[in-house]
């Protein structure tokens, strides 16, 4: 029978989103939400990152993480937040509905390395957001979907025109095969989790015919992430990962690009704390962007 039946208060979580969490911190969640004015959730989010000193890696408040840890608390029954103010997300706010199916563009054919300029252009205008998120949209099997966290996305640019789309974002909390080969305990996954990179999306368009140019894309990723990460964030990632999924892709464009293959998902999720798999296998692909990557993510000192 639930708890609730019988009047008992749903337990504290010891950790939230990897924070260290108990009664202490839930008292001063519940102060700054009664203090907040206007009583809005991103009020009661920045009063709760002061008090509480929730700090990105880079220093700066986490204010988007502590959105969803009082959502979580909200959901708990822990807290009461306020109520949202508008039934639409803040990406639609900022960008616009998502748009209809746009024109393909004109045919991209030819050897890579004639294809004249190109490049990764940082996904920094609301243009480019709205590109961006239409290419994967329409093209991506896995379409587009809005994240949370640190995230640096690119567009994939030639002469020609707009060739294709790519994203980072945060690593998957637990992969058993990432885990294993790396070494890193629960404390050091906890403490350097940040450093690495989730490569969540890749998109050459349907239009686009030239071999190698896949890997030859990863390539110019792996050399400019760090510092856009770094202007950004404050703090560069050392490692990449991703998830190709089995049953629809070899993972051969990673191969390419020097990535390795350390082993398989068990199909449980990025983020799921449960045993039952409900999703297809995944092999799990990184790829270090420094040399002493190890040691940075298993207690060495931040690079």
């Not at 030819?110 to 480019?128: N, P, Y």
């Not at 966290?149 to 980072?168: K, N, P, S, T």
């Not at 002493?292 to 207690?299: I, P, S």
Request: proline fraction near 7%; charged fraction near 20%; hydrophobic fraction near 40%.
């Amino acid at each position: 029978m639930r708890q609730e039946l019988h009047g008992a208060a749903p337990p504290i979580p010891p950790r939230l989103l990897g924070r260290r969490f108990g009664a202490e911190e839930l008292g001063r969640v519940r102060e700054q939400l009664r203090l907040a004015d206007p009583a809005s959730r991103a009020e009661v989010a920045r009063r709760v990152c002061v008090a509480l000193q929730w700090r990105s890696p880079g220093g700066a408040y986490a204010l988007m993480s502590a959105r969803v840890a009082l959502l979580r608390l909200d959901r708990l029954g822990l807290i009461a937040l306020p109520a949202p103010r508008s039934c639409r997300n803040n990406e639609n706010r900022r960008l616009g509905p998502r748009p209809s199916a746009a024109p393909r563009p004109p045919p991209v054919q030819g050897r890579v390395d004639r294809l004249a300029g190109l490049r990764l252009e940082c996904v920094r205008s609301r243009e480019q957001a709205r590109q961006y998120r239409t290419l994967l949209q329409q093209y991506h099997y896995l379409g587009y979907s809005a994240t949370a966290g640190a995230q640096v996305r690119y567009l994939i640019v030639a002469e020609q025109g707009v060739l294709g789309a790519m994203g980072f974002g945060a690593a998957a909390w637990k992969v058993r095969a990432r885990d294993a080969w790396l070494g890193w305990d629960q404390a050091q996954r906890r403490a350097h989790l940040h450093l690495v990179a989730n490569h969540t999306r890749f998109l050459l368009g349907p239009w686009v015919r030239c071999p190698n140019l896949g890997s030859k894309v990863l390539a110019l990723a792996a050399r400019r992430l760090g510092r856009d990460f770094r202007e950004r964030y404050g703090y560069a990632p050392v490692l990449l990962e991703t998830f190709v999924q089995c049953d629809r892709f070899t993972g051969g464009v990673y191969r390419a690009a020097n990535w390795r293959c350390v082993g398989a998902t068990q199909g449980r999720g990025r983020n799921s704390r449960s045993h039952s798999a409900a999703l297809p296998v995944k092999t799990v692909w990184l790829y270090p962007l420094i040399s002493n990557f190890r040691a940075a993510l298993c207690g060495g000192p931040p690079p």
